[in-house]
């Protein structure tokens, strides 16, 4: 035989036992005599992290988006510094259209952060809110900034109305005679056919109002 072809059927045959040998194993079982601690702990289940509902029953929810350009609220003792939540100074509140007094414990700081583009290409920031409301009842939605505390009066610190924001343009405040102020306000009721509702709102610049946040 010629060695070559005596070195493939060695070959050939090494790979054959090596494969009857796999087909032959067997699982390695615990140790003869090996026990269970009953007592110890055993390892938790990972449990896939549940979704964030941004829909919930009976609640209103939506978004405040504004221009990036419009730049973000400074913190820190010279006002020189962005926040780490850019969201954290804006909130949604129900009103009662009656009486225009806040329904109390229903304010929604705004709690997710992103970022969006609008059918032009522009850059925006963008809030995520999820506001829970009474159910057959109308309520006035509205957004705005700073204390909660002061509805349905705005927060007049001028760092949310007038002054510069940083981040953004070189110009980031609004032009003289204008403020900060929201658009979308609406007007919901939530009931077994509607238990949700979907409002938004945009931060822009515009002429100081003597009625309620918009």
Do not use: C
């Given at each position: 035989?010629?060695?070559?072809?005596?070195?493939?059927?060695?070959?050939?045959?090494s790979l054959l036992l090596l494969a009857v040998m796999a087909l032959n194993v067997k699982p390695q079982g615990p140790a003869k005599g090996y026990h269970p601690d009953p007592n110890a702990t055993r390892l938790a289940t990972p449990v896939p992290a549940a979704q964030t509902d941004l829909?919930?029953?009976?609640?209103?929810?939506?978004?405040?988006?504004?221009?990036?350009?419009?730049g973000v609220v400074p913190v820190g003792?010279?006002?020189?510094e962005s926040m780490n939540n850019r969201c954290i100074s804006f909130y949604v509140a129900a009103l009662d259209p009656r009486t225009n007094q806040p329904l109390r414990g229903d304010h929604s700081q705004v709690w997710k952060g992103e970022d969006y583009?609008?059918?032009y290409g522009r850059p925006y920031y963008v809030c995520r809110y999820a506001l829970k409301l009474?159910?057959?009842?109308?309520?006035?939605?509205?957004?705005?900034?700073?204390?909660?505390?002061?509805?349905p009066a705005t927060?007049?610190?001028?760092?949310?109305?007038?002054?510069?924001?940083?981040?953004?343009?070189?110009?980031?405040?609004?032009?003289?005679?204008s403020m900060r102020t929201f658009t979308g306000s609406r007007y919901v009721t939530?009931?077994?056919?509607?238990?949700?509702?979907?409002?938004?709102?945009?931060?822009?610049?515009?002429?100081?109002?003597?009625?309620?946040p918009r």
């Open positions: 035989m010629i060695p070559t072809k005596q070195f493939r059927l060695l070959s050939v045959a829909q919930p029953m009976w609640a209103v929810n939506g978004m405040i988006r504004w221009r990036k350009d419009y003792p010279r006002l020189t583009q609008d059918h009474p159910a057959n009842r109308q309520v006035r939605v509205i957004a705005s900034m700073g204390s909660d505390g002061l509805l927060d007049p610190n001028p760092l949310f109305l007038t002054k510069h924001w940083i981040g953004g343009a070189r110009d980031a405040a609004p032009p003289a005679g939530l009931d077994q056919k509607n238990p949700r509702a979907t409002v938004d709102f945009e931060l822009i610049y515009a002429a100081p109002r003597s009625d309620n």
